[in-house]
């Protein structure tokens, strides 16, 4: 977990609020529930709080993440038939869950789709 790796602590990649919902768990299809969360690209993981994290000396160490997902393995697209809404993410982890990011703007769903992308294939070369 985030809290038992100090690594992580020099490893923040990228933070920021987007529009968050989770549609499937281990391939079950959820019923959609869109909420704005504060992400934390740090490692292996995208962590999701509820709260922006900006104090000064902030680390995902300080403290637990409302969720997180592993990024090994995980596959990411352009979400097109899954939401009237613009500019949305698509991801799939290894165990079949399935999460939509959105954000009206579209440089910001770019930046984090390829920052995402990123260490999705970062992990593939592991
Ligand atoms: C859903 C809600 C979502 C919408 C979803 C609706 O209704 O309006 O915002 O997803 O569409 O079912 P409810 O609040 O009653 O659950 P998008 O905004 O991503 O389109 P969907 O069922 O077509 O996915």
Redesign the pocket.
Known sequence: SPTDSPDLLHMVEKTGQLNK?K?AEGGRKL????ASSWLVLAGNSLMFYKDPKVAAGWTPASSRPESSVDLRGARIDWARD????RN?IHFRTVTGNEY?L?SGSEAVSQDWYQAIRGVIRRLDQE
């Open positions: 919902t549609i019923r959609k529930c869109w899954l939401s009237s809404k949305v939509l959105q």
